[in-house]
């Protein structure tokens, strides 16, 4: 399957399947085939296809627990996954569902249809036991906490940064509100290309040790420290601009209000109400603080089951987990045209709430996103949740979006069908 021209060339997914590779296989593995985090190997590819499903052997984690009840069962539905047809965008061909798995190097990928499990799979070193990174789908899950806690009045959206975070003060974010964060429309000096070295999302990373530090490194060392370094860069509320900075200090906010860290929040809140199959856990700072905007690892299944959960209104079964008001404002979105300025070219009509992506299509469709291609998709018309793992060679779902969102729609219509 052919990659987009202005994309550089790389060996195509079924080339490069880290089982046959022989990543960290052996006692030990040979040298050239060792994979590490201090060294930058676990994010470079091909090696990502392997430490991706692999980060808790690589830097520290904090644990989200499942509890001890037993997991919601995940029952498998008696229709099997439609045939379906799609064009990516911006071009002719034709493909399947297959054809767009392997353009997009996917990992592991669940769909549900009316809460059964249409199609699972399971590929490189991806099993039902493993955790693989979210990504920025991390910043939905938080964005929803966030949203709970607005909905139970125990957060005041309306309240700038620095009401609930006074070491925020001198930053950038101060006089943000709560709700331009959540939705990323503060006005600050963070620039998230990736495909820029100098790009601010990297001193994020080597602050909270996500990423290794250079030789002499006199930066921030954790992320409560990174995050006072911000500077403000024109108005808050004006436009949208997408920058992880605003997750971790959402983050901060929420554990100052809730009185809980992040692993707990999420344990107590979503992780043991909705019956989870595994632990998950967060990456952590050098201080132990959870890595809110990119860190949290999960299995395929339970990123499925937390998308049914918001499918289903913030229920599992006759509980309500989640606030039902709070999912709701994040099915309505935001306003489009702040989204506009700044959006991605694939994703256009499009806005951005409660750190979830809206779709404002006829099916209501929304969306958690991570780089290199790690995805929830929510049809609410078509009653179908897509979890999807991945590991594309590319960080920006430029790379994906191609493919997955003419895809995915396309299953949509053939589960109405």
Not at 30 to 41: L, V
Not at 201 to 226: E, K, L, Q
Request: with cysteine.
């Amino acid at each position: 399957m052919s990659q987009p021209s202005d994309l550089p060339l790389f060996p195509a997914a079924s080339d490069c399947d880290p089982l046959q590779l022989g990543w960290m296989q052996g006692s030990p593995p040979s040298a050239d085939k060792i994979i590490q985090a201090h060294d930058g190997s676990g994010y470079r590819f091909p090696q990502l296809r392997w430490s991706f499903a692999h980060y808790r052997q690589l830097v520290p984690t904090a644990t989200v627990s499942k509890g001890l009840a037993p997991s919601t069962p995940l029952p498998q539905a008696s229709r099997s996954l439609p045939q379906i047809r799609y064009s990516p965008m911006g071009s002719n061909a034709e493909c399947g569902w297959a054809d767009m798995m392997e353009a997009t190097y996917t990992d592991a990928l669940l769909v549900l249809h009316k809460g059964q499990v249409v199609f699972e799979h399971f590929g490189g070193v991806m099993t039902p036991l493993h955790a693989h990174i979210a990504m920025s789908v991390s910043k939905s899950f938080m964005g929803l906490l966030a949203a709970s806690l607005v909905a139970e009045g125990v957060l005041d959206e309306t309240q700038s940064v620095d009401h609930y975070v006074p070491e925020l003060a001198g930053s950038g974010f101060a006089d943000a509100t709560v709700r331009q964060v959540m939705d990323m429309t503060t006005g600050i000096d963070y620039s998230e290309n990736y495909a820029d070295p100098q790009a601010e999302i990297w001193n994020h990373m080597r602050a909270g040790g996500v990423m290794p530090r250079p030789p002499g490194y006199s930066g921030p060392t954790h992320f409560y420290d990174y995050l006072q370094t911000v500077r403000k860069l024109g108005e808050h509320g004006e436009k949208f601009t997408y920058r992880t900075a605003n997750t971790d200090v959402l983050g901060w906010i929420v554990r100052r209000v809730s009185g809980q860290n992040t692993e707990q929040m999420l344990s107590e809140r979503i992780w043991q109400p909705m019956g989870a199959e595994l632990d998950a856990c967060y990456t952590v700072d050098p201080i132990g603080t959870a890595f809110a905007g990119g860190g949290l690892n999960t299995g395929l299944r339970d990123l499925a089951r937390f998308g049914e959960l918001v499918r289903q209104h913030g229920r599992v079964g006759q509980t309500q987990v989640l606030p039902a008001a709070a999912v709701a404002d994040t099915f309505a979105g935001a306003d489009p045209a702040r989204f506009a300025a700044n959006g991605p070219a694939t994703l256009a009509g499009w806005s951005y709430r409660n750190m979830w992506w809206v779709s404002h299509n006829a099916h209501g469709a929304i969306m958690a996103r991570g780089v290199h291609g790690q995805n929830i998709y929510i049809d609410p018309k078509a009653e179908m949740v897509i979890a999807r793992y991945a590991s594309h060679p590319v960080a920006a779902n430029i790379a994906n979006d191609p493919h997955t969102l003419p895809a995915y729609h396309a299953l949509a219509l053939a589960l109405l069908g």
